[in-house]
């Protein structure tokens, strides 16, 4: 039969059962690297389940993340179209030839030891041509893509080793033997009137080694000659591919995360994105977060190798992108190194025995304190990364270690830290206290309001802050022209934590999270609505690991609905007569931020608030949605001094870019920063940052 033909011209079975037990002996060397690997891993403390999931949920989740991830490549194709048509041409290119290889060795084998003729022999040509075009071929592109890539493009955030040119080089040799001993396999029988196999018909449904051998016969090869060079062809071929296996065992190094990154997708946390993980029970504990590889846990050195190294996360952090000594991929990479040269120690010291000292401290020395430090936990790189790495969670766990065990931090963050614990909120020199902004606007509390439907959820920086005051008096007020049933706790709310289990320190967390429970619990509230992310946030996905489980709401989920229902009408023009004397008029431009956005998927209806605006034109940052930059204020960094170039004056000239008079957010940690990037811009008077509330509450009327 024409087609592809395993052993054809090889001396089978003794030369063929060779290349099957080369094929044996460079699994064998995988799966032993695999194993030692695996015992570095080990080393990690364990995961709490609940953070994996149910079994189902996972499978059921690993399926999904697999179908979209990787085989359809949407993390990779999201963000820029070159590198993920390249991955995309390669990861599928050579599936299509492993799964090529592999049936044509079923269907041998099973023609000579069973005798069985598989169903797919009769389409071995039509096969032939998928294997051609959409394997070698497809394949072929993508490695000609990342040459051109690696090394004429050269994108900054490539680092490019010895290593990579090596396997280029062994890929692109890979493809072309295969091609070469396709052609003159066809060029031999095929094309050869005098062989029994000749059906140049057939010939052509190979259509790249049909080009070869016209090629090869073009340049004057014989079919003899063609026969002869097959062999060397085929033995060299072989070789290669050996090399190649060889290579990804020895050191379990470049291309091990083909076999590393679906186990790190299927054990994913099943938390939401915006929580991080509890420690367990604090009194328990004899150390506290991650100092040396058994403070991380064995998911988060499977991270270490699942990292390709493609730098994504790098081009999607913002403290990278301002000159900060963070880069989220070098962290996972130096840990990583960190991993092969402590594992050893750790893995020959006895069990329960002191392990010797480290020649060099993971946290301060392998990472550096100033990465640590840097991160504004945006979930920029979580979101980015196509192989599920947890970088915040990793970088988290390391402050918990500097923080609670070392009291080491930066100063401004150790003031807010000792604000939480004296005066329940992380603000120095405020002179507001939480019921300040209550004055004269006739919202009632929770005690004098039991049967309220809604909580409104102030905050510390809505109650706290004099700028954000306005916002949380809009909220009011849109809620009382809704007609809506709310109530606030007043002076009983206190801090979420949220910025004290950020900066690290997750005892005060615990204590402010089991206080707010209590509270909560105490005047049986059940729905709440924030004007914060960040509090929206911790109350949503973080409460519910402590037992505190209520329906939370981001306030600009609960408006546009109240919008849609017309409980809410939106009447008059955004900067026409019937505006207030701060209105922006026109153009506007909307910030993601990140605790709503990135982290919680709240994209639509902040911009459904604004469409429902008359008379304002909605205009989009070049980083927006998924893609959102962001404002440099998350992860406790609003309360840490910032050197260099500051983030929210990146997001600033973002904002100016658009040449919109306004910015509106949605949250009073951006509202802060976008108004210090506008007058450090000098544009004090002539921008202004709006919260999306005070537009609202502006060009509403009640019903």
Not at 416 to 445: C, I, M, Y
């Amino acid at each position: 039969m024409s087609g592809r033909i395993d052993f054809w011209n090889i001396g089978y079975p003794l030369l063929g059962a060779l290349a099957y037990t080369t094929a044996l002996i460079l699994a064998a060397a995988i799966a032993w690297g695999l194993y030692q690997r695996a015992r570095m891993w080990r080393l990690g403390r364990p995961v709490d389940p609940n953070d994996l999931g149910p079994t189902g949920s996972r499978l059921r989740r690993f399926v999904r993340l697999a179908a979209f991830d990787l085989f359809a490549h949407r993390k990779f194709t999201r963000h820029e179209w070159y590198p993920g048509l390249m991955h995309f041409a390669i990861f599928w290119g050579f599936l299509v030839l492993l799964i090529a290889t592999t049936l044509s060795a079923l269907e041998f084998n099973a023609e000579r030891y069973l005798g069985w003729t598989l169903p797919t022999v009769a389409y071995r040509l039509q096969a032939g041509f998928v294997w051609d075009v959409f394997g070698g071929l497809l394949a072929t592109v993508g490695v000609g893509m990342a040459a051109f890539r690696r090394y004429v493009l050269r994108p900054t955030r490539l680092n490019t080793f010895l290593d990579n040119g090596f396997m280029l080089a062994l890929l692109g040799l890979l493809l072309l033997s295969g091609f070469v001993l396709e052609g003159l396999r066809i060029g031999a029988t095929e094309l050869n009137p005098a062989d029994p196999l000749y059906a140049p018909d057939a010939a052509v449904w190979s259509p790249v080694g049909w080009a070869f051998a016209r090629a090869m016969g073009g340049l004057g090869m014989t079919p003899g000659g063609m026969t002869t060079a097959h062999v060397a062809t085929w033995w060299i071929h072989i070789a290669i591919y050996t090399a190649g296996f060889a290579y990804v065992a020895i050191g379990f190094k470049f291309l091990s995360h083909v076999i590393v990154s679906p186990v790190n997708i299927f054990f994913k946390p099943a938390r939401p994105s915006g929580a991080l993980a509890p420690m367990g029970d604090l009194e328990k504990l004899t150390t506290f977060g991650a100092r040396d590889l058994p403070g991380l846990t064995w998911k988060q050195l499977l991270d270490l190798d699942a990292c390709t190294n493609c730098g994504r996360c790098q081009d999607q952090c913002p403290a990278f992108a301002s000159g900060k000594p963070l880069s989220p991929r070098k962290v996972i990479q130096d840990l990583k190194t960190y991993m092969v040269e402590r594992s050893p120690a750790l893995l020959a010291a006895p069990a329960g025995s002191e392990p010797p000292a480290p020649a060099r401290s993971m946290v301060s020395d392998a990472v550096g304190e100033g990465a640590i430090w840097a991160c504004t936990s945006c979930g920029g790189c979580v979101d980015a990364c196509p192989v599920s790495i947890q970088h915040i969670d990793t970088i988290v766990d390391m402050r918990r270690y500097l923080v609670m065990e070392e009291s080491r931090l930066p100063p401004t963050a150790q003031a807010a830290l000792e604000n939480l614990e004296q005066r329940g909120h992380p603000f120095r020199g405020t002179s507001l206290t939480r019921t300040d902004w209550l004055k004269n606007l006739g919202v009632p509390t929770i005690a004098e309001n039991p049967g309220a439907e809604v909580l409104f959820w102030v905050g510390c920086a809505g109650a706290l802050v004099e700028r954000n005051v306005k916002v949380t008096r809009a909220m009011a007020s849109v809620l009382k022209k809704a007609k809506v049933n709310f109530a606030v706790l007043g002076a009983e709310e206190g801090c979420t934590g949220d910025p004290a289990r950020r900066l690290g320190n997750e005892y005060l967390f615990e204590i402010l999270a089991r206080q707010t429970i209590e509270t909560l619990g105490r005047h049986q509230v059940r729905r709440i609505v924030a004007t914060c992310p960040h509090c929206f946030n911790t109350l949503r996905n973080e409460y519910p690991q402590f037992g505190g489980r209520f329906t939370v709401e981001h306030y600009s989920d609960f408006v546009a609905g109240l919008i849609k229902s017309g409980k809410l009408k939106v009447l008059a023009t955004v900067g026409g007569p019937e505006a207030g004397p701060d209105s922006a008029p026109g153009k506007v431009a909307y910030h993601d931020s990140c605790y709503l956005g990135r982290h919680n998927g709240v994209y639509d209806s902040p911009r459904e608030i604004a469409a429902a605006v008359p008379g304002l034109e909605l205009a989009e940052m070049k980083r927006h949605r998924e893609r959102g930059f962001c404002c440099g204020a998350g992860g406790g960094r609003l309360w840490m001094e910032e050197t260099g170039r500051r983030v929210n004056h990146i997001r600033t000239e973002h904002f100016l870019d658009t040449e919109s008079k306004t910015v509106a957010v949605s949250c009073p940690f951006c509202l802060q920063m976008f108004e210090e990037g506008i007058s450090a811009q000098g544009l004090a008077g002539k921008r202004q940052a709006r919260d999306l509330l005070e537009i609202l509450d502006e060009s509403t009327a009640s019903p």
